[in-house]
């Protein structure tokens, strides 16, 4: 089993910035990748970012530009930086990974969901 543990949300204003962290644990041999997705009320959930441990990186098109993704392998952690939020950016963001262990051969993935936190962009 893993866990994820997010930090890093909270309420910012238009313009400010937020950064986002998540820290994979547990019974882990193998990161691909990782990421984050939100979910704003009634709406459905939609990938911001996501980030293979190749390097490859892909964003939403509404965050291209102002968010970042990076992560630290060493610490199974991936951190998302948010620049110029605007108040529809306001959501709950889920940390997403991609977590595979031995069996005993080949490696088995599956996807681990985080609790979520909450971005709140407002004046």
């Known amino acids: 089993q893993v866990q994820l543990v997010e930090s890093g949300g909270g309420l910012v204003q238009p313009g400010g910035s937020l950064r986002l962290s998540c820290t994979a644990s547990?019974?882990?041999?193998?990161?691909?990748?990782m990421g984050w997705y939100r979910q704003a009320p009634g709406k459905q959930r939609e990938l911001v970012s996501s980030?293979?441990?190749?390097?490859?990186?892909n964003y939403g098109h509404s965050v291209k530009g102002r968010f970042t993704i990076s992560r630290d392998n060493a610490k199974n952690t991936v951190y998302l930086q948010m620049t110029n939020l605007k108040p529809e950016d306001t959501a709950v963001y889920y940390c997403n990974v991609d977590s595979g262990l031995w069996n005993p051969d080949k490696l088995e993935f599956e996807e681990y969901w985080g609790q979520g936190t909450q971005v709140t962009v407002s004046s």
């Open positions: 547990g019974n882990i041999d193998s990161i691909n990748a």
């Open positions: 980030l293979t441990n190749g390097g490859r990186s």
